[in-house]
């Protein structure tokens, strides 16, 4: 069997291919980027793919970004996600393609809504105003894998990961996520001897953050019987912090003491979204990293990223 995983560049699609390598797998794993082709692009997505000659498809593609990012270009996450996917699942269905996994994200799920978060609740209530955009174009991806699989047959599953960090995380503070950006802020509050650092909102949001090696290594090993897996599923650790324990945390890592400043100003996105993984977990989902332990990987793969790229 050969695969391709589209968004190669990207942390998830990282990871996988580094899981992957370490697995032995002895399927094929063919990963894309940009470079390869622009997957908004229908027609170059459908040559790319027909040249490929794969029979399974892991989605990892997708523009994604922070909080400032989704507030200040909600269009562009919205249109850019859709046109991505359109092409992805068009090509997959012209060329006969039955097995795809599609990443959704938790930022589907209902603003401040019930804790924790079922599958069921996708659509149940309004969804969080500051990443709207990329959250419909997430709803409608999973949404036409269900639709697929009741219209064609197919066999396309959607994992609904928390959010992310570790290796080949996004450092940058307008693009960054937040555990990323604790980090980034606990490294250069350090080299500078800042005596305080800004935090967005009071730090009393929470947010479950999962370790990407534990979402990619437990994909590579269960990938072989994905289609036992219901349509949907939540893969998350099952643990959330408040945002002042993310800080504090990166602090810790880093080395460094200082004041941390809450500008309430700031908007902070939903009180809390930790997600319910009970069915994943009755498919060998288990996730073994801890937040401060996570964090220590993470924190020297961007020491070993710095060094070879700029952080401006």
Known sequence: MKVILTGGNGMMA???????????????????TRSDADLSDSAATLKLFQDIDADAIIHTAARV???????????????ENIAVDSSVFSAAKALGIDRLIYFGSSCMYPRDYRQPL????????????????????????????????????????VLIPSNLYGPFD????????????TLRKA???????????????????RREF???????????????????WPTMMNVGCGVDYTILD???TALKV???????????????GMKQKLMDSTISAKFGWSPQTSLLDGMEIAYRHFLTQQKAHSFD
Do not use: M
């Open 254 to 268: 880093v080395g460094y003491e200082c004041r941390l400043a809450f500008d309430s100003t700031k908007p902070t």
């Open 246 to 248: 993310f800080y504090q």
């Open 14 to 32: 990282r990871n996988i291919q580094a899981a992957w390598n370490a697995s032995g797998q002895q399927f094929e794993l063919v990963s894309v």
């Open 210 to 228: 999962t370790y990407v090696r534990d979402i990619a290594s437990w994909l590579v090993k269960n990938l072989h019987r994905s289609e036992v």
């Open 65 to 79: 970004g922070g909080i400032a990012a989704n507030i200040a270009h909600p269009t562009s996450f919205l249109t």
């Open 118 to 157: 079922e599958e069921k609740d996708i659509l149940a209530a309004p969804l969080e105003p500051t990443n709207e955009g990329y959250a419909l174009s997430k709803i409608v991806g999973a949404k036409y894998c269900s639709y697929a699989n009741s219209e064609y047959g197919t066999n396309y599953k």
């Open 187 to 205: 490294h250069e509050a350090k080299l500078r001897r800042q005596e305080e650092i800004l935090v967005w909102g009071d730090g009393t949001a």
């Open 170 to 181: 996004d450092y940058s503070l307008d693009h960054g996520h937040l555990v990323a950006a």
